[in-house]
């Protein structure tokens, strides 16, 4: 069967050579009994995917059973799917086949397969590896021949890494990988898709036809769809149902569309955050300023070497580096601006040579406080001082909440 025969039987739209290279890798491995492993983004289409490998191999007339191993409770995933003894626990009143008993000769589609507790995936494994298996509460071997496709939207081998998925059972499933794009790297099929969904919708619910503008096409194909095609299914029955004007603008169609202002960082905290994000935050503020401070004070330090430490050319060309250091430095009154610059006195060495070398005078270094405590103090002084001691304002200009302010007022003693 062909391509195109594939996509008529199972109500695939779309001419993408990422999807129409999926289909054929799917279309190829059907007639195997290798495992499968479908990864793509949520509401992509797995699932279907999982049909055609199925109604395509020789276990057609078998069950095929989908199962959501995110949706099941972990003290309960083990029974559903292997089944249970009577009495073998709480609740078990009586004997229970599991899903790949149920299933056998046929086919188990385990969706968000990552999911799965380990102490269920050293089960899976074994049954991957002779088909064998015990009921909950069962010392006796049971038997099943059954197809395993896997499926999920995370990335395994990431969770393998940070052992939250064996790394054999990965490879077991992993036989044959297959990736279903997202709708976002086939734009050339999204009007496709939503003129077919639109129809379908408008033939439901009894109503005319849509029609959409070239604008409201463009809005369209350029969204990053991050629900894939069931988002897109769901917003063309919303228009379809809510939407009068059948001839849908850029305008009307953008009224259905999230706003993706922002959606492309990596995170998003408001003030209302945990506590370790805004003590993070406070530490960040704390670096930066000082990573500032730094840069200014090698400004300065230049343009007093370039000037050979004439003061009023400094202070007249750096004016916004001096004020900083008047607001930052308490200095004794009536001294506000007694800023000088010391120039080192030239002197005859020793061998009795009137050149320009200098004493090297022996000086205290003195370092900077690098504690992440005092300079988070240091701050929070001085947006308390900025806004006259009102915590809701100081914590504004902190970046954190009030309540954690306050907690910091309390801890630093302040």
Request: net charge neutral; with cysteine.
């Amino acid at each position: 069967m062909d391509t195109q025969n594939i996509k008529q039987r199972f109500g695939i739209i779309g001419n993408s050579p990422l999807l129409n290279r999926a289909i054929d890798i799917a279309s190829q491995v059907a007639p195997t009994d290798m495992s499968v492993l479908i990864t793509g983004e949520s509401g992509s289409g797995k699932e279907v995917f999982s049909q055609i490998i199925h109604q395509m191999s020789a276990r057609k007339h078998g069950a095929f059973i989908a199962v959501n191993c995110g949706a099941i409770p972990e003290g309960t995933i083990d029974s559903e799917l292997f089944g249970h003894e009577k009495g073998s626990f709480t609740g078990a009143h009586e004997a229970r086949k599991g899903y790949f008993e149920v299933a056998n000769g046929g086919t188990i589609f385990l969706d968000e397969v990552a999911e799965l507790p380990l102490g269920t995936q050293a089960r899976l494994l074994r049954i991957l590896e002779s088909g064998e298996y015990l009921r909950v509460g069962s010392s006796k071997v049971q038997k099943t021949d059954v197809r395993i496709i896997a499926a999920t939207n995370v990335d395994v081998y990431n969770r393998v890494k940070n052992g939250k998925f064996r790394e054999d059972l990965y490879y077991r499933l992993n036989t044959v990988p297959l990736r279903i794009p997202a709708l976002h790297e086939r734009k050339e099929d999204i009007y496709l898709l939503f003129r077919k969904f639109s129809a379908d919708f408008s033939d439901k619910y009894r109503s005319p036809a849509l029609h959409l503008e070239p604008e409201a096409v463009q809005i369209l194909t350029n969204y990053s769809w991050p629900g894939n095609v069931r988002q897109l299914k769901n917003i063309a029955e919303q228009i379809c149902v809510l939407e009068k004007d059948r001839n849908v603008t850029g305008p009307a169609i953008l009224n259905y569309i999230p706003n993706e202002a922002g959606s492309n960082l990596p995170m998003t905290i408001s003030s209302n955050s945990k506590e370790d994000f805004t003590e993070r935050d406070i530490l960040y503020k704390v670096l930066f300023d000082m990573k500032k401070d730094m840069v200014e004070l090698k400004k300065l330090v230049a343009e007093i070497i370039q000037h050979g430490g004439n003061t009023a050319t400094v202070l007249a060309d750096n004016p916004q580096y001096i004020n900083q250091l008047y607001r930052d430095v308490e200095l004794p009154s009536g001294q506000e601006h007694a800023f000088t610059i010391q120039q080192p006195t030239p002197t005859n060495n020793i061998n009795g040579n009137n050149n320009a070398d200098y004493f090297a005078h022996d000086a205290e270094e003195v370092e900077e406080s690098l504690s992440l405590v005092d300079k988070e103090s240091d701050l929070i002084k001085k947006a308390l001082k900025k806004h006259k001691g009102k915590r809701k304002f100081a914590a504004q200009e902190l970046g954190i909440s009030e309540r954690t302010l306050y907690r910091k007022i309390k801890e630093l003693n302040l």
